[in-house]
């Protein structure tokens, strides 16, 4: 069965940082397009970034410069890195495989002084 699980959000201020983790179960992390994405309360969710089997990465404009995705291949885990976080990146965090699409939870990332 396929499941991803994230963890790591929380409450941040202006210019700090966070760690997402998507625990992968069913498949290998390391054989699938994996992508993050968000969604702001009143928004529609967006994609933020991609990591394809091969390593190669792709951002949003959004994340591009701030946030780095990446994987441990032995944790069957991806990752998303955030720095410089600021307050329009308040929302829940997703992870998705792309191939069934299937999503995640969600993790909120709340980002206030």
């Known amino acids: 069965q396929v499941r991803l699980e994230e963890s790591g959000g929380g409450s941040v201020q202006p210019g700090g940082s966070l760690r997402l983790s998507c625990v992968v179960s069913?498949?290998?992390?390391?054989?699938?397009?994996m992508t993050w994405h968000r969604q702001a309360p009143d928004e529609a969710r967006g994609w933020l970034a991609t990591?394809?089997?091969?390593?190669?990465?792709f951002y949003s404009d959004s994340a591009k410069g701030r946030f780095t995705v990446s994987r441990d291949d032995h944790k069957n885990t991806l990752f998303l890195q955030m720095d410089s976080l600021k307050p329009e990146d308040t929302a829940v965090y997703y992870c998705?495989?792309?191939?069934?699409?299937?999503w995640g939870q969600g993790t909120w990332v709340t980002v206030s002084s």
């Open positions: 998705q495989d792309f191939e069934s699409a299937t």
């Open positions: 069913g498949f290998s992390v390391s054989d699938q397009i």
């Open positions: 990591l394809a089997p091969g390593g190669a990465t």
